[in-house]
Antibody
Framework: QLQLQESGSGLVKPSETLSLTCAVS??????????WSWIRQPPGKGLEWIGY???????DYNPSLKSRVTISVDRSKNQISLKLSSVTAADTAVYYC?????????????WGQGTLVTVSS | SYVLTQPPSVSVAPGQTARITCGGN??????VHWYQQKPGQAPVLVVY???DRPSGIPERFSGSNSGNTATLTVSRVEAGDEADYYC???????????FGGGTELTVL
């Protein structure tokens, strides 16, 4: 059974960089046919897609976050990472990593439990 | 960017049928995916590509999509179906995944 586990700093100061990792177990990130995403959810609000990294290593980002986001993969550690720069209070959210699978279009079939990141001085 | 509109809440009695809509311009031409999220938990995929169910999801969950509205139908609703439900599509015009605002399903 595939499992995803997010980790990283739970408190980040405004203007600094948020850094999270997602450790994948029960399957190899390098397996073809999948993508890996970060998705966030501000407290009491809905879901917002942050971006993908595909099996090829290419990325797609939410246009509204693109200038601040980097998603990368470490195949040796079987994990993906998220960096979000110049954070503000609006970036406070639960951050999820998720596996993307596509028959006709990408959907998210496995999710991590999520990690809360608070932006505050 | 593409906007998906969901009703904030839907209420239904146990054993009845709940229909949760997701409105978008010509959404019928998109593949729509649906997620269930219970309080304090990660979302769970319940329907993908409009009407397919992942393994382990009861047949009571079904999806349809036509014109400007996609619908998630939950038949024979149970207390355990109380949750927030989100629709999701890929917006090719802005190259991004888009989620609806979510619908809270309450079982009376």
């Amino acid at each position: 059974q595939l499992q995803l586990q997010e980790s990283g700093s739970g408190l980040v100061k405004p203007s600094e960089t948020l850094s999270l990792t997602c450790a994948v177990s029960g399957g190899a990130i390098s397996s073809g046919g999948y993508s890996w995403s970060w998705i966030r959810q501000p407290p009491g609000k809905g879901l917002e897609w942050i971006g993908y990294i595909y099996h090829s290593g290419s990325t797609d980002y939410n246009p509204s976050l693109k200038s601040r986001v980097t998603i990368s993969v470490d195949r040796s550690k079987n994990q993906i990472s998220l960096k979000l720069s110049s954070v503000t209070a609006a970036d406070t959210a639960v951050y999820y990593c998720a596996r993307g699978f596509s028959h006709s279009s990408w959907h998210f079939d496995y999710w991590g439990q999520g990690t809360l990141v608070t932006v505050s001085s | 960017s593409y906007v998906l509109t969901q009703p904030p809440s839907v209420s239904v009695a146990p054993g009845q049928t709940a229909r949760i809509t997701c409105g978008g311009n010509n959404i019928g031409s998109n593949n729509v995916h649906w997620y269930q999220q219970k309080p304090g938990q990660a979302p769970v995929l319940v329907v993908y590509d409009g009407s397919d169910r992942p393994s382990g999801i009861p047949e009571r969950f079904s999806g349809s999509n036509s014109g400007n509205t996609a619908t998630l139908t939950v038949s024979r609703v149970e207390a355990g179906d109380e949750a927030d439900y989100y629709c999701q599509v890929w917006d090719s015009s802005s190259d991004q995944e888009v989620f609806g605002g979510g619908t809270e399903l309450t079982v009376l």
